[in-house]
């Protein structure tokens, strides 16, 4: 079985412009969520999606991220404009609808300079 | 509101000990607990889960955790450490009704001291 596929594995940027990143979930998976770690932390969940809809997103800095999940499967989470404190990794992750484990992805590794 | 602690940034155990990675929880219904570990640069891994039934559950890499529900609880455990064990281990909680919200804690880093 696929596993969760995201992209670029590694990103890096000048603060103030612009990046996205891309979130394959495994097939069949209704939930799909986006973490971000920073490094010696715990995933902070930054948008919960369930299907196309969104479940939760009260930590999601919204003047500057943004998430969507098209067709209720891939999904981006945008940046713009990025700052200093967004160098972290992003964390894709999937799961089924009910109470179960969530897949995690490699994730995408930022670095605003 | 929904939480996890893990009070200990790190854990150092002798190979071959016992080891406990400990994990406390707050939800405002019932719980639904994970255990997750993660190698350098890699994503997390899921290692266990309590969702009912026996408080004791077994998962990958012969790792287990006992669920307490006075004591809101989920401690991870392992009967011997190996040194490849060593890693950093997460815990987390949903809350089994309404957005089954995905919280995770910061994180203990467990060393398996050779």
């Known amino acids: 079985e696929a596993g969760v596929a995201q992209s670029p594995r590694y990103k890096i940027i000048e603060k103030r412009q612009s990046v996205a990143f891309w979130c394959n979930p495994i097939?069949?998976?209704?939930?799909l969520y986006w973490y971000q770690q920073i490094l010696g932390q715990g995933p902070k969940l930054l948008i919960q999606?369930?299907?196309?809809?969104?479940?939760?997103d009260s930590q999601l800095p919204k003047d500057r991220f943004s998430a969507e999940r098209l067709k209720g499967v891939d999904s981006t989470l945008k940046i713009q404009p990025a700052k200093l404190e967004d160098s972290a990794v992003y964390l894709c992750?999937?799961?089924?609808?009910?109470?179960?484990?969530?897949?995690f992805g490699q994730g995408t590794r930022l670095t605003v300079v | 509101a929904q939480s996890v602690a893990q009070p200990e940034d790190q854990v150092n155990v002798a190979e071959g000990n016992p080891l406990t990675v400990k994990c406390t929880y707050s939800?405002?219904?019932?719980?639904?607990l994970f255990w997750y570990v993660q190698y350098p640069n890699r994503g997390l891994q899921f290692l266990l889960k309590?969702?009912?039934?026996?408080?004791l559950v077994k998962g990958s890499y012969g790792f287990e955790a006992e669920f307490n529900k006075s004591q809101t609880s989920f401690h991870l455990k392992k009967p011997s450490a190996l040194v490849s064990d060593s890693a950093l281990y997460f815990c987390?909680?949903?809350?089994?009704?309404?957005?089954?919200?995905?919280?995770f804690g910061t994180g203990t880093r467990l060393k398996v001291l050779a």
């Open positions: 992750a999937s799961g089924e609808a009910t109470g179960s484990e969530a897949f």
């Open positions: 097939s069949g998976h209704a939930t």
């Open positions: 999606f369930q299907n196309n809809g969104v479940v939760d």
């Open positions: 939800v405002s219904g019932n719980p639904y």
């Open positions: 309590y969702i009912t039934g026996d408080n």
């Open positions: 987390a909680v949903r809350d089994a009704s309404g957005t089954y919200k995905y919280i």
